[in-house]
């Protein structure tokens, strides 16, 4: 996507392209409202900082559409067909798929919501370690740790879009 033909797009389209990547309301609201963009890096940046912090209730929402850790995502939306390519570098053995699902179980049971984290650029045992470092955070802690977690991904999935590699 060209950004000068994103800024021309109607509010309805624009949402759409950007929901995959972003889908929290009042995010994807305020990115808009924030149009026109000068250049790709500017609507990444906007989206960095718009609707920061994310409340509880949002948080939960988009994680909804997130699938657990060492999961494929179902479906053809986009937003399965991202995720899968941000899962598709996993090495899921026997043992790390064991440990992912039994890390997945610990950690719904402790916060009551999948454990999100950017898969993208990461192998199985980094990912399994911070799942179990994750697992001692407090709640408060572990919820500001998802919305970060939710702004990398978004973050990374704009950038594909806009055919834009992200500073990390």
């Known amino acids: 996507m ?3 033909r994103f800024n021309a797009l109607d509010s309805n389209d624009a949402a759409a392209v950007l929901r995959p990547c972003a889908d929290i309301d009042r995010w994807v609201e305020a990115i808009l409202d924030a149009r026109p963009f000068a250049s790709v890096d500017g609507l990444l940046a906007c989206a ?6 994310f ?3 949002e948080i939960d929402a988009a994680l909804a559409h997130h699938p657990r850790i060492g999961e494929r995502a179902v479906g053809s ?6 995720s ?3 899962q598709s570098g996993l090495d899921l053995d026997e043992q790390i798929a064991a440990a992912l699902e ?7 049971e402790r916060f009551a919501r999948v454990f999100l984290i950017r898969a993208a650029g ?11 470092r994750r697992l001692g955070n407090d709640p408060a802690s572990e919820l500001a740790e998802v919305g970060k977690q939710l ?7 704009l950038a594909a879009v806009f055919n834009r590699v992200p500073a990390r």
Do not use: V
Request: proline share 2%.
């Open 48 to 53: 960095q900082a718009a609707a920061n912090p």
């Open 77 to 82: 939306s986009d937003e399965a067909a991202l």
């Open 55 to 57: 409340t509880e209730a």
């Open 122 to 132: 990461r192998g199985s045992e980094e990912i399994l370690a911070e799942l179990r």
């Open 151 to 157: 702004r990398a991904i978004a973050l990374l999935r």
């Open 102 to 108: 039994s890390g997945n179980r610990a950690y719904e």
């Open 84 to 86: 899968r390519g941000e």
């Open 2 to 4: 060209d950004i000068s």
